[in-house]
């Protein structure tokens, strides 16, 4: 009812549930904030088409990257590795459009 306060045990299970929460707050956050370092790929064979493996935008320094064999063929376009975003663009961009690459 309105009004009415907690009983101890009501108060107890609040407050552990509180520290509770908080502890997978601060777990969650510090997996967001978390650094890469490792990427493990396989092999990759593109027929035809565009693939990459690796990280596409800001480099990230301390990431053991292993990648397995890489075949292109019929005018593919294929990478792995590190490729910052404009670069990504360039070489994984529409190819219907042209592009300055001046």
Excluded at 30 to 36: D, E, L
Excluded at 45 to 62: D, L, N, Y
Excluded at 87 to 102: C, E, K, Y
Aim: proline share 1%; charged share 20%; glycine share 10%.
């Amino acid at each position: 009812m309105a009004g009415e306060s907690l009983s101890a045990a009501e108060r107890d299970s609040s407050v552990q549930l509180a520290v509770r929460l908080q502890e997978v707050c601060k777990g969650a956050l510090s997996a967001t904030r978390a650094k890469r370092t490792g990427q493990r790929f396989g092999d990759m064979k593109v027929e035809g088409s565009r693939a990459f493996q690796g990280i596409v935008g800001i480099a990230q320094s301390g990431v053991e990257q292993s990648f397995g064999t890489l075949t292109a063929t019929e005018d593919s376009t294929a990478a792995q590795g590190q490729m910052d975003a404009n670069s990504f663009a360039l070489m994984f961009g529409n190819r219907d459009t042209p592009r300055n690459l001046t």
